[in-house]
């Protein structure tokens, strides 16, 4: 080793000094940046990791609110069909109900009208026979005495009577 200029101590002091160099540098240098480096690394993975089941996490909630969403539609629907069918069945109610009152109003009319007519009838017979007694009067007052004028009011009752429907006998006035 001579001839290249290198002597032996020399090289062991040197080799000594790059192997404490070495030591030195990489307790004091070298250690702490790759652990800065991995525990940098460590941290990386474990965001990416976290951001991984965040993405699972919002992936599954999105799945359960479009379920939600389904559902909540379908219950809807649900009430929305209800309702119609509620809406229905009211106005099938109020069809009956008018109905029904339409039919009593129709009755009752019915029934007025069939009074209202007896009532004319009776008024129309009271009339005639007034008419008649009075007709009759007249003419017997010419041509008959008392007790024939009586005879014939009573017989022009009891036809108009008879002829009237075999109503009560009205009395003359």
Same mark, same amino acid.
């Given at each position: 080793?001579?001839?290249?200029?290198?002597?032996?101590?020399? +090289?062991?002091? /040197?080799?000594?000094?790059?192997?404490? +160099?070495?030591?030195?540098?990489? $307790?004091?240098?070298?250690?702490?940046? =790759?652990?800065?480096?991995?525990?940098?690394?460590?941290?990386?993975?474990?965001?990416?990791?976290?951001?991984?089941?965040?993405?699972?996490?919002?992936?599954?909630?999105?799945?359960? @609110?479009?379920?939600?969403?389904?559902?909540?539609?379908?219950?809807? /629907?649900?009430?929305?069909?209800?309702?119609?069918?509620? =809406?229905?069945? @009211? #106005?099938?109610?109020?069809?009956?109900?008018?109905?029904?009152?339409?039919?009593?109003? #129709?009755?009752?009319?019915?029934?007025?009208?069939?009074?209202?007519?007896?009532?004319?009838?009776?008024?129309?017979?009271?009339?005639?026979?007034?008419?008649?007694?009075?007709?009759?009067? $007249?003419?017997?007052?010419?041509?008959?005495?008392? /007790?024939? /004028?009586?005879?014939?009011?009573?017989?022009?009752?009891?036809?108009?009577? @008879?002829?009237?429907?075999?109503?009560?006998?009205?009395?003359?006035?």
């Amino acid at each position: 080793m001579g001839d290249l200029g290198i002597s032996g101590w020399s +090289f062991i002091v /040197q080799l000594l000094a790059f192997l404490l +160099f070495l030591y030195l540098f990489w $307790k004091f240098a070298l250690g702490p940046i =790759s652990r800065t480096l991995e525990s940098r690394q460590d941290r990386i993975t474990e965001s990416i990791e976290a951001a991984q089941r965040v993405q699972q996490e919002l992936a599954a909630t999105q799945a359960r @609110n479009e379920e939600t969403l389904r559902a909540a539609q379908v219950e809807s /629907q649900a009430i929305i069909a209800r309702a119609r069918e509620v =809406s229905e069945q @009211n #106005i099938a109610r109020s069809r009956e109900q008018a109905q029904v009152q339409a039919d009593d109003m #129709i009755a009752k009319a019915r029934e007025a009208i069939v009074s209202e007519t007896a009532q004319a009838r009776t008024e129309l017979r009271r009339e005639v026979a007034d008419l008649a007694v009075n007709a009759a009067s $007249k003419i017997v007052r010419a041509n008959l005495d008392r /007790q024939a /004028q009586t005879r014939l009011i009573e017989e022009t009752l009891a036809e108009a009577t @008879n002829s009237a429907g075999g109503s009560t006998p009205i009395s003359p006035n």
